[in-house]
């Protein structure tokens, strides 16, 4: 670990935030160092604090701790996530003998200044109870590797000195609290603290203090473990590539929900499969050592108490079955020790290795699955260390499970808005014209994981970069020839790569052309039949084998026209290509039905642009049908308006909705069309 103090940068943090006062500055400074090392903390993990003075409505100055807020990431913290408590009350709960997390939440929120302000970590009692200015508590990865051994103390007390106090587990709340500041008071000289199986305190006068504190003791933890560190010799192979497994088990692990239009909860699926984790999962008696607890309890409520180890992939379904049951067991086991109720959290497993393929790690959406990741990552490292060195000895099962349900923990993963997409992967072809634009753009609003397809090109990079300034981490752009097999069965590969699957597609790619049959180019038509009809077959065709994979179900829109049902003059190569995809898509909702797979179409009139974006069909027809009528781009339009019953603008965000309705499954309806046309009597499909 390096030494990331500089004083220019601190000097420069404290002028910015000058109105919070220096105490509190430096506060936010040193926090964020901490938050920037990795091998300190992960994702929203570690808390620190400061002690100063509040002045009150009576102009009093009163005691206070600031302390970061629940949750809340060190590395982009600033004031607001450092709610300012009133101290003396604080000191006074260690008299208690005991204090439920509820009673220990309702007295942090009382004795906050400001009650609007987010709650203080659940360590904030800890923080109180000792009396130095500036105090760090992270999880480092070192101090973890010594201290999750059969011998950790040994170890650690001969790595880091006697000026170190070193304490057993203790659940995170009013007792470890208490314990700490009990465990200073008999040693007020000690320079730091380890908490067995959870991580390290520093503490000190100055933010710079307490860092240097941090980073010393790192440093020597990780000269210990060089010294003692056996090299692993592990030759390690693929054996199968992570895109072919991961639909499959990404199946397994959806959720049944007993809700009969939604059947499925099902998890965005991250790969962990770098040459470091196919060493580590391949080296000797990998499965022992890694099907352990994690690293620190904080990791429960991301990871569960234990991963899913596969040694023989054909096995995926029973693996994952043996896991529920073995995770509703463990629940049984623990949940009468619990005060009140509780229920068990989904058994499913978030992180499943497989020698040879490596990590699947699962999360409610890509976000959590990266924190699930990055921590698993970690975790695989620091396990290999200590197998090195010597053995793994992490939390009792007991402890585990009381962290996993501990009130304050489950708060962290309580979410207000659960969006209706949330964990579906959705690949939309065409995606850079105005229509695939739009629809991208709301399934994003709508939570799904939006897979943006096209002929590579400008159009589909800006439209990717657009959207994913407002959902980074949620859209990708993929390059892919619809007309051509191994273009979609290679774009769909590289979508199963980032995400472990697809469980919706939108069908919207398509080509239009203007000529009288007389005139026809016929090598024009074919283009088109290229595009509209055997580009939505190899989509239809390869999904299908995929959904059969899966076993979720799954759902298609395909992009339809009105010219459909009411075909124009000069219009034959469009309207009869698209007819034909019409066709075959209607065919798919009769062979896929079975397995819960609906296929619907949307059939849009006269849809040219979507904000800037004009579309294809657009360069088709618009200067063409401008000329005929001798109309401009607006009038045009008003032409389009007036000629439908509404009299409405169709746009691509109607498009949209209609694509959502399904994709949501409003109705149990398959084979079906909706006309979003603003009401052409000719078109209506019957
Ligand atoms: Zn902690």
């Known amino acids: 670990m390096n030494n990331l103090w500089s004083k220019e940068k601190a000097r420069e943090v404290t002028m910015g935030y000058a109105r919070h006062g220096e105490l509190l500055a430096l506060r936010i400074y040193a926090g964020r160092l901490i938050g920037s090392h990795p091998e300190l903390v992960l994702h929203g993990g570690g808390n620190t604090s400061v002690k100063g003075e509040v002045t009150d409505l009576f102009g009093q100055q ?11 990431d060190l590395a982009h913290s600033s004031p607001e996530d450092y709610p300012a408590l009133s101290l003396l009350p604080l000191l006074k709960l260690r008299s208690l003998a005991a204090l439920s997390p509820e009673a220990m939440v309702n007295q942090l929120r009382s004795s906050l200044f400001d009650p609007s302000a987010p709650t203080p970590s659940i360590e904030a009692l800890l923080h109180a109870f000792l009396p130095q200015a500036y105090i760090d508590h992270t999880h480092p990865d070192a101090i973890l590797t010594l201290s999750n051994q059969p011998d950790g103390r040994e170890r650690l007390k001969a790595a880091l000195g006697a000026e170190v106090i070193i304490i057993d587990y203790i659940h995170p709340g009013f007792e470890l609290a208490k314990a700490v500041a009990a465990a200073w008071e008999g ?9 067995m199986h959870h991580g390290l305190l520093t503490w000190g006068d100055s933010a710079r203090q307490s860092y240097e504190t941090t980073w010393e003791l790192v440093n020597r933890a990780e000269t210990r473990i060089n010294a003692a560190r056996k090299p692993i010799a592990v030759a390690s192979s693929r054996s199968i590539p992570w895109s072919q497994l991961a639909p499959v088990l990404r199946g397994a692990l959806a959720h049944p929900t007993r809700i009969p239009d939604h059947p499925w909860k099902r998890f965005i699926l991250r790969p962990l499969d770098d040459p470091d984790t196919l060493n580590w999962l391949q080296q000797p008696q990998a499965a022992g050592l890694f099907v352990s607890a994690p690293l620190t309890s904080d990791h429960l409520i991301r990871c569960k108490p234990w991963p899913l180890w596969i040694d023989d992939p054909a096995q995926i379904g029973d693996r994952v079955a043996q896991y529920r049951q073995d995770y509703q067991s463990y629940f049984q086991r623990h949940a009468a020790s619990m005060a009140g109720d509780v229920s068990p959290f989904d058994p499913s497993p978030r992180v499943v290795l497989i020698p040879g393929v490596g990590g699947f790690i699962a999360g409610e959406n890509a976000r959590l699955a990266d924190i699930a990741r990055d921590i698993t990552r970690q975790t695989l490292q620091v396990k290999s260390a200590i197998a090195a060195m010597g053995s793994y ?11 996993e349900y501990f009130p304050l923990q489950r708060a962290k993963l309580r979410r207000h808005h659960v969006p209706r997409l949330e964990g579906r992967i959705v ?10 634009a739009g629809i991208c753009r709301r399934l994003l609003k709508e939570g799904a994981h939006v897979a943006a397809t096209d002929l590579g090109g400008a159009a589909l990079d800006s439209l990717v970069q657009d959207l994913a300034k407002e959902s980074p981490g949620q859209i990708i752009g993929v390059t892919m020839d619809v007309t051509d097999d191994g273009s979609v069965s290679e774009g769909m590969k590289e979508i199963i790569q980032t995400w472990g699957g697809i469980d919706q597609a939108i069908i919207n790619a398509g080509l239009a052309h203007v000529s009288p049959l007389a005139a026809m180019d016929l090598q024009r038509f074919r283009q088109l039949y290229h595009v509209n009809v055997e580009g939505a077959l190899l989509i239809l065709s390869h999904l299908a084998r995929l959904f059969e994979q899966q076993r979720t179900g799954g759902d298609v829109v395909l992009i339809s026209t009105k010219n459909v049902f009411a075909p124009g003059a000069s219009f034959g190569a469009y309207s009869a290509t698209k007819a034909a995809a019409h066709q075959l898509a209607r065919i798919a909702s009769l062979e896929l039905a079975a397995g819960d797979v609906r296929v619907n179409m949307v059939a849009p009139d006269a849809v040219f642009s979507d904000g800037g974006r004009k579309s294809g069909l657009w360069a088709e027809v618009g200067p063409d049908r401008m000329r005929a ?6 009038g045009l339009e008003n032409y389009y308006r007036n000629r439908n019953l509404l009299k409405a603008a169709v746009t691509a965000d109607h498009v949209a909705n209609a694509v959502v309705f399904f994709l949501t499954r409003q109705t149990p309806t398959t084979g079906a ?9 000719d078109a209506t499909p019957r």
């Open 62 to 72: 009163v005691a206070a701790v600031f302390v970061k807020a629940s949750g809340v």
């Open 187 to 195: 040693q007020p000289s000690a320079r730091g603290m380890v908490l």
């Open 393 to 403: 000895r992490g939390l009792e099962e007991h402890q585990l499970f009381d962290m």
């Open 427 to 436: 690949m939309v072809t065409g995606a850079a014209g105005a229509i695939g």
């Open 629 to 634: 009528r001798g109309l401009d781009e607006a």
């Open 673 to 681: 069309t909706i006309p979003v046309d603003g009401g052409l009597p």
